[in-house]
């Protein structure tokens, strides 16, 4: 990186390493397990033999066979082939709060006296980690103003999902689970808030923004009925634009006799600002692998905290983790439970870096996590709007939260290069730049959401990348429409991905079609 | 905003002062309580969180979770034979050396050419999943085998257009409440006996409740009470003779050894790949796959991302990428399929990494030998006076089921008296199946020695019978 250009002269690693099946030879080990004792082959002879004939399998499977060094080079060659967060300024993953996942945290999460838990032993045996998950839950309640929290949901989409669970065993309570049969959403809520009320049978509304980009209350006013079982909302949606009218939306849900779920994914940057409380909201969840700094781990594990208000607490998910004063323990007794959504007790390892994440920050630190992670973004607004061909639709002149949707409208009207393009363009100077869910309600999204993680230095870096490639759009739109050149693959054909002749999502499958 | 002292944190740079000033300086505020001029003072917390002073240093954080931490008791420290959903297996020193490389910890989402390992190892995993259940299609994991069950049984619904399903009354309680929650109001569950003298699906109240109405059925083999079911090509024929589909649950480290349920003529196949290389984690470990055959009217009823091999504009360049993306809620919110979000990623490129190491012949082997260990328990525990194996006419891959009526003693009795000794006895299902009073799942795996099967019937036979065997 010269004083002058500012972006790197970046060359992702390119291996060209083939699929793996490609690399196997014949009778080569990877990993050699446990023996047979020869007492115990004396006894039961090959064990195999015992089993039903027609439950036997005829031929070992068709896997992959290489030595153990040849297996780690290959996966080593596919992890220096993604862009983790470690490794880039990874503020253009918007919506996904990229931020740093602490090492320490990982010690903790690695060390055999947390991963050597069976998820069934003895009460007495595991109360260290009942604890922490006990503490996280007064911790949560503190930051959201809400009663309890369970952390079974594996994801924010599994907590969207339990949090329409416990709507429906509400109203089911109540005997109007067959007359409140529609969820309220708005456009620039997460796309899981209008999905997962789908598979629980919800018909589903989705209020638009209006011309300053929040949901419209005359809109809402005008969706609620007596068919109404409740509200799922983000606040900030993915605009960065916080709702100010938000309580207004919980009265006039509430007034209606549904319940209101916040989707608090994008809380970063109002921890001890706003709570769900203040808000009037009755559900509410975080996700631990954002704003409580777990790792994304490519797509997961991950955990959905769910936080209910006194009067859902009864229809929380079995078991709840609970304190008598000397000892933690795991209540199943819970009548009116919507019974489970996840296996045994949520992703457990993401609750312990959650909790130990806060502990490292406490109060004073968690503000300025959210402070700094809303300046932050505040000053990338400042700088992109100076880019030419950038635009953030909506709000003018006002200031965001943790994000903002930006839109490339401009640059694409004025030059034929779209966002998919700048985002390819980026990869080869090593940046991720995401668009946005659908529908593109703002036409050439990109979404930008810089944490508290990035320094101001690392910040002007993602900028001047973006500056390079909006020159390159202006001056020699092809650089950018044939890009990503220095990434480890180039332009990839899609269209076999959306023909069922063509398509492959094995090597199995792949091997078929590509004989025919 | 109460004025806090200057707090500079390791975690925040842009926390130094006169950073924070210059770039105030660059936004044009004088601070960043202007930032927040959106949030209206009704809605604002004017309290303080109630929060511990935290552990600024990392020596004392380290020490302070340490600390919690030491509280527990592992199974590595003590003999364990837990198993129902969670299995300790080994977990080969690779498996975890590529799931805490950074690149693949911190990725989420980017495209397939910044993050084309990340879609490689992801198809690889599939691919590899999808030679040992010999089918064709296999999703980027799902958050663990309910989840799992429960999309497999929502798609057999929409894909014959039914909502009534059968399940084998012989699964996993815990899934079952899952299932229960995901398919209520939409599918309907009609629960099948399983025969209490073997085990097994009890043919003749399947052939009473089948019907072309029902969309199909769900069993799991080997079952939660450890049987293996050698009726599967004759319950998979009953149910297609409606037009129904055979979806089939599995632990995919029994098919080293075991026939894989396509071969029996199921449908749909689901399972958890805790057992391929993810420590326990206090059951943090699972992930779900779901398996189809390559027919566009399953493959578009995934509400899952599905990655798929594609070629690039340079020839012999492998590239990846989602297949058929617009079917999921990502593209489209309210028609897509289901619902799609963070997952379990890791543990799937872990599962791969464990599968390329074990290869065919470690497969094999691995089932061989788990079974003969459970064998030989088998043998030895039914030894024990009051002690008796259920279903023991049927076969068994890792777990089966012990009753201790005849030592009148409760599980529970028993499992305190082991946990003295440092054994965690098998998983008490006492309250989970009201016709197993006093019974208990026991789980032998590759990681236990002779000497340990030998030492639990011992000490459960002291603890009973007072004495040797």
């Known amino acids: 990186m010269t004083r002058e250009s500012k972006v790197r002269n970046f060359h992702q690693a390119k291996w060209d390493e083939p699929v793996i099946y490609e690399l196997s030879s014949k009778g080569e080990r990877g990993i050699l397990f446990p023996e047979i004792e020869k007492e115990i082959e004396a006894i039961v002879g090959d064990g195999i033999s015992k089993l039903p004939s027609n439950m036997i399998r005829a031929q070992p499977p068709n896997l992959p066979e290489l030595s153990q060094m040849q297996v780690l080079k290959h996966y080593l060659r596919m992890s220096q082939q993604t862009l983790g967060a470690d490794l880039n300024v990874d503020i253009g993953q918007g919506t996904c709060t990229m931020k740093y996942s602490p090492k320490i945290n990982e010690q903790f999460a690695t060390a055999p006296k947390f991963t050597e838990l069976h998820p069934s032993q003895d009460e007495s045996?595991?109360?260290?980690?009942?604890?922490?998950?006990y503490k996280l839950d007064l911790f949560l309640r503190e930051i959201s103003g809400l009663d309890k929290f369970t952390f079974q949901p594996g994801g924010g989409s599994q907590a969207i999902f339990a949090m329409v669970s416990?709507?429906?065993?509400?109203?089911?309570?109540?005997?109007?689970?067959?007359?409140?049969?529609?969820?309220?959403?708005?456009?620039?809520?997460?796309?899981?808030?209008?999905?997962?009320?789908?598979?629980?049978?919800?018909?589903?509304?989705?209020?638009?923004?209006?011309?300053?980009?929040?949901?419209?209350?005359?809109?809402?006013?005008?969706?609620?009925?007596?068919?109404?079982?409740?509200?799922?909302?983000?606040?900030?949606?993915?605009?960065?634009?916080?709702?100010?009218?938000?309580?207004e939306f919980t009265r006039i849900v509430h007034e209606a006799g549904g319940v209101c779920g916040y989707d608090q994914a994008n809380a970063n940057g109002v921890l001890g600002i706003t709570r769900a409380k203040e808000a009037d909201f009755d559900l509410c969840f975080f996700n631990?692998?954002?704003?409580?700094?777990?790792?994304?781990?490519?797509?997961?594990?991950?955990?959905?905290?769910?936080?209910?208000?006194?009067?859902?607490?009864?229809?929380?998910?079995?078991?709840?983790?609970?304190?008598?004063?000397?000892?933690?323990?795991?209540?199943?007794?819970?009548?009116?439970?919507?019974?489970?959504?996840?296996?045994?007790?949520?992703?457990?390892?993401?609750?312990?870096?959650?909790?130990?994440?806060?502990?490292?920050?406490?109060?004073?630190?968690?503000?300025?996590?959210?402070?700094?992670a809303v300046l932050n973004n505040n000053y990338l607004l400042k700088k992109i709007l100076e880019i030419r061909g950038a635009s953030a639709p909506y709000a003018k002149g006002r200031h965001r939260i943790e994000q903002v949707r930006y839109s490339w409208d401009e640059l694409y009207k004025e030059t034929g290069v779209t966002t998919e393009d700048v985002t390819c363009r980026m990869a080869d100077f090593g940046f991720h730049m995401w668009s946005s869910h659908h529908p593109f309600i703002v036409p050439q999204p990109f979404t930008l959401e810089p944490t508290e993680s990035y320094s101001k230095t690392e910040l002007d870096e993602y900028i001047s990348g973006l500056k390079k490639v909006v020159e390159e759009a202006y001056e020699n739109p092809e650089i950018v429409k044939g890009a990503p050149h220095r990434s480890v693959v180039h332009k990839i054909d899609h269209d076999p991905l959306d023909d069922p002749s063509k398509w492959a999502i094995t090597w199995r499958s792949y091997l078929k079609k590509s004989k025919k | 905003?109460?004025?806090?002292?200057?707090?500079?944190?390791?975690?925040?740079?842009?926390?130094?002062?006169?950073?924070?000033?210059?770039?105030?300086?660059?936004?044009?505020?004088?601070?960043?309580?202007?930032?927040?001029?959106?949030?209206?003072?009704?809605?604002?917390?004017?309290?303080?969180?109630?929060?511990?002073?935290?552990?600024?240093?990392?020596?004392?954080?380290?020490?302070?979770?340490?600390?919690?931490?030491?509280?527990?008791?592992?199974?590595?420290?003590?003999?364990?034979?837990?198993?129902?959903?969670?299995?300790?297996?080994?977990?080969?020193?690779?498996?975890d050396e590529i799931n805490q490389r950074s690149e693949f910890l911190t990725a989420y989402a980017g495209e397939p050419y910044e993050d084309h390992g990340r879609f490689q190892a992801l198809f690889?995993?599939?691919?590899?999943?999808?030679?040992?259940?010999?089918?064709?299609?296999?999703?980027?994991?799902?958050?663990?085998?309910?989840?799992?069950?429960?999309?497999?049984?929502?798609?057999?619904g929409r894909i014959t257009g039914r909502s009534e399903i059968l399940i084998a009354d012989s699964i996993s309680p815990d899934r079952l409440l899952i299932i229960r929650n995901y398919c209520s109001p939409v599918v309907k569950i009609t629960l099948i006996n399983y025969d209490k003298e073997t085990g097994k699906i009890n043919l003749e109240d399947l052939k009473s409740k089948i019907s072309d109405k029902v969309i199909g059925i769900y069993f799991e083999n080997p079952s939660y009470l450890g049987v293996i079911d050698d009726q599967g090509e004759i319950i998979s024929d009953i149910v297609h003779k409606y037009g129904a589909l055979c979806l089939v649950g599995i632990d995919p480290i029994t098919l080293g050894i075991l026939k894989p349920p396509s071969k029996y003529g199921a449908d749909i196949v689901c399972g958890d790949i805790q057992s391929l290389?993810?420590?326990?984690?206090?059951?943090?470990?699972?992930?779900?796959?779901?398996a189809t055959r390559d027919e566009e009217r399953y493959v578009m009823e995934y509400p899952s991302r599905l990655f798929g091999i594609t070629t690039t504009i340079v020839e012999g360049e492998h590239g990846f990428g989602d297949v058929t993306y617009d079917r999921t809620s990502f593209h489209d919110r309210i028609e897509g399929k289901e619902f799609i979000g963070t997952a379990s990623a890791l543990w799937g490129i872990t599962a791969g990494v464990y599968l390329a190491l074990a290869g065919p012949q470690g497969m094999q082997e691995l089932g061989k030998v788990i079974v003969q260990k459970s064998q030989y328990a088998i043998n030895k525990l039914s030894e024990i006076k009051g002690v008796s194996v259920l279903f023991s006419q049927s076969s068994h891959f890792k777990e089966f089921v012990l009753d201790f009526t005849d030592s009148g003693k409760t599980v529970e009795t028993i499992n305190k008296s082991l946990l003295e000794k440092g054994i965690f006895g098998g998983?008490?299902?006492?309250?989970?199946?009201?016709?197993?009073?006093?019974?208990?799942?026991?789980?032998?795996?590759?990681?236990?020695?002779?000497?340990?099967?030998?030492?639990?019937a011992q000490t459960l036979d002291e603890c009973i019978n007072g004495g040797g065997i």
């Open chain 1, 288 to 372: 631990l692998h954002k704003t409580f700094s777990s790792p994304h781990g490519c797509g997961g594990p991950a955990s959905g905290a769910l936080g209910v208000s006194k009067e859902f607490m009864k229809y929380l998910p079995v078991p709840l983790v609970e304190y008598d004063g000397s000892k933690y323990h795991l209540n199943y007794d819970i009548p009116k439970s919507i019974g489970k959504v996840r296996s045994f007790y949520g992703v457990v390892p993401a609750i312990l870096k959650a909790y130990s994440w806060i502990m490292s920050l406490g109060k004073d630190g968690l503000r300025e996590v959210s402070e700094i």
């Open chain 1, 125 to 133: 045996t595991v109360q260290g980690i009942l604890e922490i998950i």
């Open chain 2, 124 to 156: 690889e995993y599939a691919s590899m999943i999808g030679d040992l259940l010999e089918m064709d299609v296999v999703n980027v994991p799902t958050y663990d085998w309910g989840q799992a069950a429960s999309t497999s049984i929502r798609m057999a």
């Open chain 2, 1 to 95: 905003m109460k004025k806090r002292k200057a707090f500079i944190h390791p975690y925040i740079p842009n926390s130094v002062p006169e950073i924070k000033e210059k770039m105030l300086e660059e936004i044009g505020v004088k601070d960043i309580e202007t930032l927040y001029e959106d949030i209206p003072e009704e809605l604002r917390f004017k309290d303080e969180m109630k929060l511990p002073e935290p552990y600024l240093s990392e020596y004392a954080l380290k020490k302070h979770v340490e600390q919690i931490l030491s509280k527990n008791q592992t199974c590595q420290e003590s003999l364990s034979f837990l198993g129902g959903d969670c299995w300790q297996h080994y977990i080969p020193a690779i498996c």
């Open chain 2, 427 to 456: 998983k008490n299902i006492t309250r989970e199946f009201s016709e197993l009073d006093n019974c208990a799942v026991y789980c032998i795996t590759e990681i236990h020695s002779k000497e340990d099967i030998d030492r639990l």
């Open chain 2, 277 to 290: 290389g993810m420590h326990m984690q206090y059951g943090g470990g699972q992930a779900g796959f779901i």
């Open chain 1, 166 to 247: 416990i709507i429906y065993a509400h109203h089911e309570a109540n005997g109007e689970a067959e007359q409140r049969d529609e969820i309220i959403s708005t456009m620039f809520s997460h796309p899981s808030d209008a999905a997962a009320p789908n598979v629980k049978g919800y018909r589903v509304i989705n209020i638009y923004p209006n011309e300053d980009g929040l949901p419209d209350v005359e809109a809402l006013t005008e969706a609620v009925s007596e068919r109404t079982a409740g509200l799922l909302i983000t606040n900030p949606e993915d605009t960065g634009i916080f709702n100010p009218r938000i309580k």
